[in-house]
């Protein structure tokens, strides 16, 4: 690993990077700045801390009559993307779409899979979202069957740890309401001890992909379908079993509550005569795709995942999750040819995705008639300047405010798929992925992505 050498930064931009990039620059949630030339820096792939969000300025809205950009003049600024020095020998594939007439604009090496790192998380928020809709709510559920008293997980990794909020996303439902409700239907029931178990098999398989390289244990949590608040791990240290220490809070406060708890917590699978005695809900899935979007959360994506695999009818394992997504995207019309999905969150680099099936979802998400699923997936997204993974990119230069993205990261693979309104107000989709640089050209090939790209599409006076 090696420390930034970074020069010539302003002195906003030098608080930023002095406080949060040595940590975090790697984590798509501190991207550094944009205009610093390259230099070696720590890589460290997923979201830790991030500065505070800083307003964009005003930016000019939507124009229905905005002419298309020349497609001449965006091909020419993905070409000199493709040859800057500070994406070396990688592979650049560049995928830009009309929204409002689905044409593709500049296909550079678009239909070639490339290794898409977070980017991977919007197919399966796209198939989540269609498959089981902006609306839908997770269950975490207590059951009963003679004196065992069983907690059932079902995908909610936002768990507060007492009383949730019905405010928030994030501890929406909590474990102390389920124990306390549980325990005054047990009261009315006559039931004053019991045992307790978990059943987290809703999930199957491993809780950690063999596609993953070591040391990514830092970064995403074993995949279980119940967990106390993932996000209180931004930096990891995640429970070895979430599961399991969630179920033990849910016992202790079934104590509290006045019911006798027996022996320890147990694992085993609720039967079929077991009787439901209270149960907590999550937020909407459009609430909970916009903390993992925004955030890259890797755990909740690989929760997502399989989710669309237990609707599917598929096993909730990895590969069961990625047929699933794959099979949805394809009964939705979207050519998945090329496509190797290992895994949910991008975290694998055996993930393959062309540039262009990325920037169709966009592109169909974005449009006029999308409704709630691409409602929900553009809201999802972070914002330039603004929030999530993109709150300190594009500041000082094109794309703040206009800008919308999900980053992906990781040692050799760099992404950035979303929208961005040009200065005419055309609204276009892209994608843009950088397969294959050397390690530790994380920072150069992100800064090359928004210097030679991304903020000029944004700047872009160039209609045809």
Do not use: C
């Given at each position: 690993m090696h420390k930034a050498q970074i020069a010539a930064l302003t002195a906003a931009t030098l608080v930023v990077v002095g406080a949060y990039y040595g940590l975090a620059d790697a984590l798509d949630l501190v991207p550094g700045v944009l205009t610093a030339s390259p230099g070696d820096y720590a890589v460290q792939p997923f979201p830790a801390a991030s500065?505070?969000?800083?307003?964009?300025?005003?930016?000019?809205?939507?124009?229905?009559?905005?002419?298309?950009?020349?497609?001449?003049?965006?091909?020419?600024?993905?070409?000199?993307?493709?040859?800057?020095?500070?994406?070396?020998?990688?592979?650049?594939?560049?995928?830009?779409?009309?929204?409002?007439?689905?044409?593709?604009?500049?296909?550079?090496?678009?239909?070639?899979?490339?290794?898409?790192?977070?980017?991977?998380?919007?197919?399966?928020?796209?198939?989540?979202?269609?498959?089981?809709?902006?609306?839908?709510?997770?269950?975490?559920?207590?059951?009963?069957?003679?004196?065992?008293?069983?907690?059932?997980?079902?995908?909610?990794?936002?768990?507060?740890?007492?009383?949730?909020?019905?405010?928030?996303?994030?501890?929406?439902?909590?474990?102390?309401?389920?124990?306390?409700?549980?325990?005054?239907?047990?009261?009315?029931?006559?039931?004053?001890?019991?045992?307790?178990?978990?059943?987290?098999?809703?999930?199957?398989?491993?809780?950690?992909?063999?596609?993953?390289?070591?040391?990514?244990?830092?970064?995403?949590?074993?995949?279980?379908?119940?967990?106390?608040?993932?996000?209180?791990?931004?930096?990891?240290?995640?429970?070895?079993?979430?599961?399991?220490?969630?179920?033990?809070?849910?016992?202790?406060?079934?104590?509290?509550?006045?019911?006798?708890?027996?022996?320890?917590?147990?694992?085993?699978?609720?039967?079929?005569?077991?009787?439901?005695?209270?149960?907590?809900?999550?937020?909407?899935?459009?609430?909970?795709?916009?903390?993992?979007?925004?955030?890259?959360?890797?755990?909740?994506?690989?929760?997502?995942?399989?989710?669309?695999?237990?609707a599917a009818g598929e096993e909730a394992t990895f590969d069961g999750a990625a047929r699933a997504v794959l099979a949805q995207l394809q009964a939705d019309g979207f050519d998945t040819s090329g496509v190797t999905m290992l895994d949910s969150c991008g975290l694998a680099l055996g993930n393959k995705i062309p540039a262009r099936l990325l920037a169709q979802i966009i592109a169909r998400a974005a449009a006029a008639d999308a409704g709630t699923v691409g409602r929900s997936l553009m809201t999802a997204l972070p914002v330039g300047g603004l929030d999530g993974t993109l709150d300190d990119r594009f500041i000082g230069i094109s794309g703040a405010g206009t800008v919308r993205a999900k980053t992906g990261s990781l040692d050799t693979a760099a992404s950035l798929t979303g929208t961005v309104v040009t200065e005419d107000g055309r609204l276009l989709a892209f994608s843009v992925i950088v397969d294959g640089f050397e390690t530790g050209g994380l920072y150069s090939a992100r800064v090359a992505i928004d210097d030679d790209l991304v903020s000029p599409l944004a700047g872009c006076g160039c209609g045809g």
């Open positions: 500065a505070a969000a800083e307003e964009p300025d005003a930016v000019a809205g939507l124009d229905a009559d905005a002419p298309v950009p020349d497609a001449a003049t965006l091909a020419a600024m993905a070409d000199t993307l493709a040859a800057d020095e500070r994406v070396g020998e990688a592979t650049t594939g560049v995928s830009i779409v009309d929204v409002a007439t689905g044409t593709e604009l500049v296909d550079h090496g678009a239909g070639s899979p490339l290794t898409p790192a977070s980017s991977n998380k919007v197919p399966v928020a796209w198939a989540a979202l269609s498959l089981l809709g902006a609306d839908h709510t997770l269950s975490t559920s207590a059951v009963l069957e003679g004196t065992t008293l069983t907690l059932v997980g079902g995908g909610d990794v936002l768990l507060a740890d007492d009383a949730g909020d019905p405010d928030s996303a994030v501890g929406h439902a909590g474990l102390g309401d389920l124990a306390r409700a549980a325990a005054a239907q047990l009261e009315a029931e006559g039931v004053a001890s019991v045992s307790v178990a978990l059943d987290d098999t809703l999930f199957t398989g491993p809780t950690w992909s063999s596609a993953w390289e070591d040391g990514n244990e830092s970064w995403v949590a074993p995949i279980q379908p119940l967990m106390i608040d993932v996000t209180a791990y931004p930096s990891g240290g995640y429970p070895t079993d979430p599961a399991l220490e969630a179920a033990q809070v849910f016992a202790d406060h079934l104590r509290d509550a006045g019911i006798e708890v027996t022996g320890t917590v147990t694992r085993a699978q609720a039967g079929a005569d077991a009787t439901e005695v209270a149960s907590v809900q999550s937020a909407p899935l459009a609430d909970i795709l916009s903390v993992s979007l925004k955030a890259s959360d890797n755990t909740m994506t690989e929760v997502e995942g399989r989710l669309v695999a237990v």
